[in-house]
């Protein structure tokens, strides 16, 4: 069974970046499209940003611009970059397939951004 592990959260400033990582166990990762997702205190998991198989990316409107999806095959993993960070950003983020399975959902990894 497929585990995600996410790393990479911390706290820091508005305007400030950071770079998550998505570590995937098992086969066949680069033949799944991925996503990453966050839940805010007191909010439902929305979704964030996808990449495909192919390297695709597609993004929710209030990150645009400045969140960035990539992934590593070879190493089995997909990243976050988060550039321009806003406090509306603060989080836990997870991976998970675009199509994202109930299975496989990890701990996540805490985003806050505070002054």
């Known amino acids: 069974q497929v585990q995600f592990v996410e790393s990479g959260g911390a706290l820091v400033q508005p305007g400030e970046s950071l770079r998550l990582s998505c570590a995937a166990s098992g086969s066949g990762f680069s033949m799944f499209a991925m996503g990453w997702y966050r839940q805010a205190p007191g909010s439902e998991r929305e979704w964030v940003a996808r990449?495909?198989?192919?390297?695709?990316?597609e993004y929710t409107d209030s990150v645009k611009g400045r969140f960035t999806i990539s992934r590593q095959n070879d190493k089995n993993t997909v990243f976050l970059q988060m550039d321009s960070l806003k406090p509306e950003d603060t989080a836990v983020y997870y991976c998970?397939?675009?199509?994202?399975?109930?299975?496989?959902w990890g701990q996540g990894t805490q985003v806050t951004v505070s002054s």
């Open positions: 998970n397939y675009a199509n994202p399975s109930p299975f496989a």
């Open positions: 990449v495909g198989s192919g390297g695709s990316t």
